[in-house]
């Protein structure tokens, strides 16, 4: 299912996260949630948007990165719904969402458990080191 370049779902992680960011998404953020008992896949990737077509543009980066790197597409949900669409890899999933539904459903206090990440220009993970400034946060266009 996934390839080499691929080997683990931290990996998938980042390649949305740079995906998304290459797609000029906002606030993009990577939760680890490898060690959250309930957590339904190991890592989340939130995203932020403010258009539609924005939304579609990061689902089809997304859905093409995983076509060059033979991963199977992931499951997509929300798409006629224009404020909230999730792609499922099952270990990995991905949040694109606009501004006023991320901060409506608030992702990051829902998960806080997890450990939050930042993705650099190097393509490394940074740690986020105060979570409690990501729960009030206001996002806004």
């Given at each position: 299912?996934?390839?080499?370049?691929?080997?683990?779902?931290?990996?998938?992680?980042?390649?949305?996260?740079?995906?998304?960011?290459?797609?000029?998404?906002?606030?993009?953020?990577?939760?680890?949630?490898?060690?959250?008992?309930?957590?339904?896949?190991?890592?989340?990737?939130?995203?932020?948007?403010?258009?539609?077509?924005?939304?579609?543009?990061?689902?089809?980066?997304?859905?093409?990165?995983?076509?060059?790197?033979?991963?199977?597409?992931?499951?997509a949900?929300?798409?006629?719904?224009?404020?909230?669409?999730?792609?499922?890899?099952?270990?990995?999933?991905?949040h694109?969402?606009?501004?006023?539904?991320?901060?409506?459903?608030?992702?990051?206090?829902?998960?806080?458990?997890?450990?939050?990440?930042?993705?650099?220009?190097?393509?490394?993970?940074t740690?986020?080191?105060?979570?409690?400034?990501?729960?009030?946060q206001?996002?806004?266009?």
């Amino acid at each position: 299912m996934k390839s080499k370049k691929l080997k683990d779902s931290k990996n998938l992680a980042k390649l949305c996260a740079q995906i998304a960011t290459e797609k000029v998404a906002k606030d993009v953020l990577i939760i680890d949630l490898i060690e959250v008992e309930v957590a339904p896949a190991e890592f989340f990737v939130l995203c932020s948007c403010d258009s539609d077509v924005q939304m579609r543009a990061i689902v089809d980066a997304i859905n093409e990165g995983c076509k060059q790197n033979n991963i199977v597409k992931p499951r997509a949900e929300g798409l006629g719904s224009k404020q909230w669409v999730l792609l499922d890899f099952f270990d990995v999933v991905v949040h694109i969402l606009y501004y006023e539904a991320r901060k409506f459903y608030n992702l990051e206090r829902l998960w806080k458990d997890g450990s939050f990440y930042r993705l650099a220009s190097n393509g490394r993970l940074t740690p986020v080191k105060n979570k409690s400034k990501l729960f009030s946060q206001s996002y806004s266009v």
